[in-house]
């Protein structure tokens, strides 16, 4: 209840002071999203009106902070640069014991460390999956016991222009809970999307497509030798060329490359190890893989909130609280039954490497 209650208390004031929304403004558009939800998938809407009574909240103001992406940056055809995560994923020909692993750092605003937490679900038909989310979220970076993974970063494009489609959460709670990888696409293809976003989807036994997502457009982005990163501007060709994507700050453009020039010479024998190590990586700080406390002008100061590696072959996602060089990693697996939410703290310091 308190974590849910602190999410809310970051992200409504900041719908009003960067969307420029007032809260009844906010509300409305949160039942315009609840509508396109309960189109989409209605067990989902029924989950986030419990997750409302359980947190004795408004049920617009769940829907709202469901949908922040969408608000925050939805409506201001990219006029606010996106400044939000690394991903790597490493395929099982460039790993050391033939498995998949997928890296993120969660970069994002400050506060937002203090509502961060790991959700172990298990649901009537539906695999069991582990999340880490904000409280009040239904989902975010996750995997599940069929072995498919979701994470993703942020994009902002031309096509940014206020459109109610599926918030991003739903659309990667919905991949989460898929037991085929083709079902894990299908929900990203066919929904309306509300605002931009990246999607990493992945699958236990060795494949993964990153997905650059317009409100209009697909853009698919693969693997080359086995190693794939993202960060916060569009990679496609295809994009690049119909001018979608313009808006993203300078740290993006090597922060992909950096992980890249880490990795690379070590295709082949890639390990759990060498993606911490890539994740705690400080070059370019504060504005770094392993980002610090910074401020961007005109936008809230952000850090590196978690970090989490999944290792699907072991059905396991190692985790570490805050900035990854200043907390060890945590071993979390699937849900052998229901459990209650974890809040993520940091555990250990270690030195920056």
Known sequence: MDRV???LEIYLPAFASQARLALDQVRERAREYAAAISNVDADIMHEIEGIA??????????????????ILYGNLAGTQPATECTTIVALPEATRDGGILIAKNWDWRNACVDAVVVLKIRQTSKPALTLIVEAGMVGRDAFNEDGIVVCGN???????????????PILRRRIAQSRHYYEAIDPLMRSPRGASGNYLIAHRDGVAIDFEMSPKHPFPVYPERGLLTHSNHFQSPIAQATGVAKFYTGDSLYRDFRARQL?????????????KSALRDHFGHPRSICRHRHEYPG???????SSQIFDPKNAVVHIAAGQPCESEYMPVGLPGKMEPVRAL???????KS
Do not use: F, H, Y
Not at 53 to 70: F, L, M, W
Not at 263 to 275: A, Q
Not at 299 to 305: A, D, L, R, V
């Open 345 to 351: 703290r940091k555990v250990a310091a270690s030195p």
């Open 5 to 7: 209650a602190r999410t």
């Open 299 to 305: 936008q809230e100061p952000t850090m590196t909130i």
């Open 154 to 168: 942020l994009l902002v494009s031309t096509e940014d222009q206020g459109q109610i489609g599926v918030p991003i």
């Open 53 to 70: 009574a359980g947190a004795r909240q408004k049920v617009e103001d769940i829907v709202a902070v469901n949908c922040r992406t969408e």
């Open 263 to 275: 990795l690379e010479p070590k295709i082949g024998s890639i390990t759990v190890d060498d993606l």
